[in-house]
């Protein structure tokens, strides 16, 4: 089984999360505290097989340094906010008893403007540990056939390559 190098702690919880709903044995996952220590981390795992996990913006880094990356578009929140659908999420934000909070922030004159999407982008980030949470939380509601594609791939290819739930997992 391949090491995964990811960006941050959000993503490593995320990808531990639908591995583990998935039933798979959960791989080695590194996060590098952003991008640019994927080369540190990379050459701390030379003798393993290491593949990556990396937001658009921050792919070259990950690329300089590893063979396979993965790649979120934009970012991993915005592969949820997509498998989810915004209703969802802001269900979701409503059951942490949030929402106050989320539409105080859509009410701002700067948020205003913004799709749903980029509004729920700002949530997540606005407030320390928001990423991690919502990203376990995300990756626990998810229906694990609408799971990121850019997880789904990390994961076939870190492991032996069958991600198919087992039916007792397929309703969690």
Known sequence: ?????????????AVETIAGRLGLRVPVV???????????????????????????????????????????DPDLEAEFID?????????LIAGQGEL????????????????????????FSGRSGNKLRYARLMAQAVPLEHAPPPIRALLRAAGDGDLTPP??????
């Open 30 to 72: 590194v996060a590098v505290g952003g991008s640019k220590g994927a080369a540190r981390a990379a050459a701390a795992h030379a003798d393993e097989r290491v593949i990556g996990l990396v937001d658009i913006a921050e792919r070259r880094d990950f690329e300089r340094v590893i063979k396979t990356v993965f790649v979120c």
């Open 83 to 91: 498998a989810l659908g915004v209703p969802a999420v802001v269900a």
């Open 1 to 13: 089984m391949a090491v995964i190098i990811v960006e941050g702690d959000s993503d490593r919880a």
């Open 167 to 172: 039916a007792s997992n397929a309703a969690r």
């Open 100 to 123: 106050a909070s989320l539409r105080r922030l859509q009410r701002q004159p700067a948020q205003r403007s913004r799709t749903p999407e980029q509004q729920l982008a700002r949530f």
